[in-house]
């Protein structure tokens, strides 16, 4: 992005000094700077894996086969507290910006330009969000603006690839092509947050002349069609080819690797299908697994690439889900459920743990040590300054706000940056599923205490989450002062970051914020 472009809409220079950064791989302190892979799931449920992140094991961990996560768990850090928001695009916003939700307000899934996706509602307004998502220029309605982290390491001297699901950006606006963000490689990224098919029998959601049939339909990956190639395999072994092309370049690269699986529609990857019905799965739960199976199968291909190019001793593996586990409500047409998130409650779309707290396994050879859990919680938003510290970006000038804190300290066994610290979520949206903890609330943890707050109602919520992970047990009534003091501390983030809030429709009255009740 052209600095004299920025310099005219009022945003300072990206990074000290960019061309001091030689574009090869080294820093201009000398020391070899990593590859970095960010391996991105889609609603990934915490126990949606054999991998335990509880301190037992689960029967969906017996139930699923990710022995490629295992294998990045015996190399990497375990975050066992690892969160995001509840619904994918707020995530997805917050971890290229490293904003808040409630700062850059797209609080609720996007898709058309103008357009909010909100469920209708007889008794609340929902406020005016960023509904057309984030854009690193200004200029169009409902929309944040922010430089991604992307386009700081592409103008330090990263190869940047994006492969496979964006949703950043509704359609016809700026945020809906990744290459606006910094990224110089785009595979099939674009505005919709989900896809039509896996099927390349049904040419990923296209007819047979190249027309989309559907707002999901796959981009990029004609040269499958019909070739019986499951959507997951496809975007990997499109994946491996950017990573050839890089190879060739003097340069680290960052591959964002963000699948599209396993959102819905469940449909079966074939690869695997009949070895969990053989388990004695329903058509649906063994069609889920194996979209699982895939994925994790594409996480392996990668790290293989990594082992066979010499690569694999220089590259940083980030692996995350994006938002809890699709167990809430029944109103899609993949119901009845398929999984749920034991022992969290709830699921995608929830205020809940099920809805927000994510699988995550972090390798940084050299550095993090290999095969041990961290239990000090992280948000997504800290993947920014993250991946920017360990690409050695440590002073950089973007117009948004940094909410997010770098956990790097904790991959070297430093200073924990959780303690004493609070993490905030807002969702003042009907997000159009039913299911505990879904609708319009905002909540905090600090420590273990964490409070929920239901706009509509009033309602607040305590959960000591260390001795209560499932939030069966609201102790509100037998805390009060830390129901006030959270409450305090969650009104008080909400007001200074710009947080939205829904209105009464009968009275026009905002609701109230959690500390004014």
């Known amino acids: 992005m052209d600095s004299r472009f920025l310099a005219a809409i009022g945003i300072a220079p990206l990074i000290a000094a960019p061309q001091l950064y030689a574009r090869d791989r080294n820093s201009r302190e000398g020391d070899i700077r990593p590859n970095i892979i960010f391996f991105l799931v889609d609603d990934m449920g915490w126990q949606d894996t054999s991998v335990p992140f509880w301190s037992e094991r689960t029967m969906y961990n017996d139930r699923y086969c990710t022995p490629n996560m295992e294998r990045l768990a015996d190399i990497g850090v375990m975050f066992t507290q690892a969160y995001t928001s509840s619904i994918s695009s707020p995530t997805r916003c917050s971890i290229m910006t490293g904003a808040n939700a409630a700062r850059h307000r797209v609080t609720n899934w996007t898709l058309r330009k103008g357009q909010t996706t909100d469920e209708a509602s007889s008794t609340i307004k929902i406020p005016e969000w960023n509904f057309n998502g984030i854009s690193q220029v200004p200029g169009t309605p409902n929309t944040f603006t922010g430089i991604s982290f992307v386009q700081l390491l592409k103008e330090s001297g990263y190869h940047t690839i994006h492969c496979g699901k964006a949703h950043w950006g509704a359609m ?15 595979i099939a990224g674009h505005a919709a947050g989900g896809l039509a098919t896996y099927l390349s029998e049904r040419n990923f959601g296209h007819d047979n002349e190249g027309n989309p049939v559907s707002p999901f339909a796959i981009p990029d990956l004609r040269e499958y069609w019909g070739s019986g190639t499951f959507a997951t395999e496809a975007l990997t072994k499109e994946a491996l080819k ?3 092309k890089a190879k060739e370049y003097n340069q680290p690269f960052y591959l964002y690797m963000s699948h599209y699986a396993i959102h819905v529609p469940i449909e079966k990857d074939e690869r695997y299908f009949d070895k969990y019905k053989a388990k004695g799965l329903s058509d649906k739960e063994a069609a889920y697994a194996s979209l699982i199976e895939g994925m994790d199968k594409s996480l392996g291909d990668i790290m293989d690439w990594l082992e066979k190019n010499g690569e694999a001793d220089n590259t940083v593996i980030i692996f995350m889900g994006d938002n809890g586990g699709y167990a809430t409500g029944t109103t899609w047409r993949d119901a009845p459920l398929y999984t749920q998130n034991y022992p969290l409650n709830s699921g995608k779309g929830s205020a809940y743990e099920g809805g927000i707290r994510e699988p995550m396994i972090v390798s940084w050879p050299g550095v993090a040590e290999a095969g041990t859990r961290c239990s000090s919680y992280i948000i997504a938003e ?22 997010g804190k770098s956990f790097v300290p904790l991959l070297k066994h430093g200073s924990d940056p959780s303690k004493g ?3 905030y979520w807002n969702c003042p949206n009907i997000w159009g599923e039913d299911g505990p903890g879904i609708g319009p609330t905002c909540s905090v ?23 209560d992970i499932g939030e069966k047990n609201d102790i509100s009534f037998m805390h009060r002062d830390i129901v006030r003091k959270l409450s305090k501390d969650l009104g008080n983030f909400l007001r200074k970051s710009g947080g939205q809030r829904p209105s009464f429709i009968k009275t026009g009255q905002p609701c109230p914020w959690p500390d004014e009740l």
């Not at 700026?174 to 785009?186: A, R, Y």
């Not at 993250?386 to 706000?401: C, D, F, H, S, W």
């Open 242 to 244: 950017a990573l050839d």
């Open 172 to 186: 016809d606006t700026p945020g809906e092509n990744p290459c606006h963000f910094g990224f110089e490689v785009n």
């Open 421 to 423: 610290r609070s993490l």
């Open 445 to 467: 943890r600090n420590g273990d205490w964490k409070l929920v707050y239901f706009y509509e109602s009033g309602k607040k919520e305590l959960y000591n989450i260390k001795n």
């Open 382 to 403: 800290d993947l920014y300054p993250t991946i920017l510290e360990m690409a050695g970006i440590k002073r950089y000038n973007v117009p948004q706000t940094i909410d």
